[in-house]
């Protein structure tokens, strides 16, 4: 089994940053594509951005030149740098995995929990 922990949400104030991780944990063998996505109140969750395992990185329109994704391979680790927040990017973080284990060498997506990040104007 995987687990996924995301830390580093908070409340802050409209222009402010904060940085978010997701630590995976388990029986991990491989880690191909991790990424944060995010869900606000009433809407459908979207993607924010995403890294592959050869650190190539795609960002939502809505976050190009504020936020950067980073990983950490060797901590199993996935960063969100975010900066020049806004009140839009209220809501829920969560973070995916696609890993393959241990027990079965074929690649699963897994989620975290969310960690809540709420900005302030």
């Known amino acids: 089994q995987v687990h996924l922990v995301e830390s580093g949400g908070d409340l802050v104030q409209a222009g402010g940053s904060l940085r978010l991780s997701c630590a995976a944990s388990?029986?991990?063998?491989?880690?191909?594509?991790m990424g944060w996505y995010r869900q606000a109140p009433g809407k459908q969750r979207e993607l924010v951005a995403t890294?592959?395992?050869?650190?190539?990185?795609n960002y939502a329109d809505s976050v190009k030149g504020r936020f950067t994704i980073s990983r950490d391979n060797a901590k199993n680790t996935v960063y969100l740098q975010m900066n020049s927040l806004k009140p839009e990017d209220t809501a829920v973080y969560l973070c995916?995995?696609?890993?393959?284990?241990?027990?079965?060498?074929?690649?699963?997506?897994?989620w975290g929990q969310g960690t809540q990040v709420t900005v302030s104007s």
């Open positions: 995916n995995a696609v890993v393959a284990t241990m027990t079965n060498a074929r690649y699963y997506r897994y």
């Open positions: 388990g029986s991990i063998l491989s880690i191909n594509a």
């Open positions: 890294i592959t395992s050869g650190s190539s990185t």
